[in-house]
Structure formats: C-alpha cells, structure tokens
C-alpha cells in the first residue's frame, strides 16, 4: 500500500521515541514543537525548539520508502555546496527508520508559507544564480535518476478527449500542433552528471543574510543539468516571475514534456483535493506556452492560466 502524505497540520504527534533519540544525539532536552508551514509527506516533520532557545529540523522516516528517501537525502547533504545546504547536526541510522537533524534556518526568509508565496524583490534572481551553481557541480557520486522516455503528447493524441476537455486547448490546436510538442518532448534527454537537486519548488527554498539554501534533497540525483531550473521555472511564473521562455529559450523540450504530464496527472489523479488539480493545470498551461514559444507553435486557444 502507498504511504499517505499528509500535510504537516494533520500529521500526528512525534512518538516518544523520537524525541528520545534526538535529544540523546543533540545532549539537550527537546522542549517544544512545531510543524513546517508547508509539503505533503509520510516522513515525521518538526521544527523543535530545544532547552536553551536554539532550533533544530527533525526529518524521520516511517516507511521503508521514506527511509530510502531520508538516506538519499543525507547523502545528498555530504556532497553538495555546503553553503546551498542547511548543516547537519545529526544522523540516526540504527534501525529501519533513519532520523536527520539539521538546522532549523529560523532567520531569514522562507518564500513560501501557509499564506501563499512571497518573492521579494531580488530572490528571484539569487535562486537562479544558487541554480546554476549547483548543475555546475559534480554529481557523480549520486543515483542516476531513472532515464524514462515519457511520451504524453502520444498517449493524449490517441485519446484526445479527457485532455480537451480541461480547456487547454481545442481539437484544431492540438491537431495542429500536437505532433510537433511530441516531437520535442521525445528529443527531450533527461540523463547527464549534473547535481540535481529534484524538487525545486519555492516551499524549499530559503533565503539569507548568507544567500540561498534549498531543502529537501531526498529526490537528489545526477541527471541532465536543466533539470532543476526546468522544474522550478513554471512554478516561479505562477507565483509571479517571469515567463519561463525568457530565461529559457531554448527550453521548449521540457515545457512540451511537464506540460503533457501535468495535464495527464489532472485527468489521472481523481483523489487529489481541488486546489492541487487547479495548481497542475495551472502549470500545464504555463508549460504547454513555454513550450509553444520556443518552437515557434501558434499560441493556445484555451484558458489562459491565470483564468483558471
């Protein structure tokens, strides 16, 4: 059965022996808690606040996914640019469930909260710079993500019409310039050295007196070196950055292939609560336009995305 992933509000309390083996590993007594404003996971998640007046971030594992996912992640923290990660403080793997420590990041500023996302004027451009520097670093060390060739703009041509009938787009468009966004989407290579970070969305990034850090680094990988600014581009324009063909011309293999998938996981995911399905059809959009204008495809003739 596949974990369930909760947000951080409705995720239980930590268990006693969690607390026992952080405050043995830290020396100080775990005083009080809280919960991250923001992510779904199965992992145990707290903002602890230990005798003395310091924090600490606590990830546990509670699933053997999630410990395979935490063991990642503590790897990922080893061997990327230390001043792009929070510290780690301590790392409990004993038993089935390993237990990070990190810092907690408590100063400075968290782009993305309960209340919606906050860019301020000049993180945007910091991040992308925070980007760059990781895909430059070396990642060999780390898994080889999965080279999976997707192929959604050919699984939506041979069944049109749940796709259409998100309002993307009519039959005439996607008849007209379905073949070329599948052509792309197959040249489309996801495998390469690069350091990927694998989740690059603003509820993972901080931002500092000493610059930025990302967080959650359990999806890190090696991989293709825009993989992560491919990501994080889409999101960035929903939550009022630019265009993604602006920083990314020439990106219009990526915009093809999220942009399919996004739009498949809408149809596909029935479960999902109605604020996320309006979030991935708003990013299929974004994709589907950055994708029409770096190859040069008349634009869209359905919703725009900030009229979903």
């Keep these: 059965m596949p974990p369930t992933y909760l947000p951080s509000s409705l995720q239980q309390e930590p268990p006693a022996d969690l607390r026992a083996r952080v405050q043995a590993a830290i020396g100080r007594s775990w005083l009080t808690h809280s919960r991250p404003d923001t992510g779904l996971s199965a992992a145990h998640r707290f903002i602890v606040h230990l005798e003395g007046g310091d924090?600490?971030?606590?990830?546990?594992?509670?699933?053997?996914?999630?410990?395979?996912?935490?063991?990642?992640?503590?790897l990922a923290l080893q061997l990327a640019p230390a001043d792009l990660t929070p510290r780690i403080l301590a790392w409990l793997d004993d038993g089935p469930h390993p237990i990070l420590v990190v810092e907690?990041?408590?100063?400075?500023?968290?782009?993305?909260?309960?209340?919606?996302?906050?860019?301020?004027?000049?993180?945007?451009?910091?991040?992308?710079?925070?980007?760059?520097?990781?895909r430059s670093w070396p990642g060999d060390a780390l898994p080889q993500g999965r080279p999976t060739q997707s192929a959604g703009w050919r699984t939506i041509a041979q069944s049109p019409e749940p796709f259409l009938r998100l309002g993307l787009c009519s039959q005439a468009w996607l008849t007209a310039n379905g073949p070329t966004l599948a052509e792309a989407e197959d040249g489309l290579v996801r495998t390469g050295d690069a350091f990927v970070h694998g989740d690059m969305r603003s509820d993972n990034v901080w931002v500092g007196g000493e610059g930025?850090?990302?967080?959650?680094?359990?999806?890190a990988r090696r991989g293709a070196w825009e993989t992560d600014l491919a990501e994080f581009l889409p999101t960035a324009h929903l939550e009022g950055g630019p265009p993604p063909h602006e920083v990314f011309p020439k990106g219009g293999g990526w915009g093809a292939a999220q942009g399919a998938d996004l739009g498949l996981r809408a149809i596909a995911d029935e479960a999902a609560p109605s604020w996320l399905r309006r979030v991935f059809l708003r990013l299929a959009a974004i994709n589907i336009d950055w994708a029409s204008q770096c190859l040069h495809l008349l634009p869209r003739d359905g919703r725009r995305w900030n009229s979903i």
Excluded: Q, Y
């Design 55 to 74: 924090g600490i971030f606590v990830k546990a594992a509670t699933t053997p996914e999630t410990a395979r996912w935490l063991r990642n992640e503590h």
């Design 212 to 219: 930025v850090k990302f967080v959650d680094w359990s999806g």
């Design 104 to 134: 907690a990041l408590a100063d400075g500023h968290w782009p993305a909260g309960s209340g919606g996302t906050n860019w301020r004027a000049g993180d945007l451009p910091m991040v992308l710079d925070a980007i760059a520097r990781l």
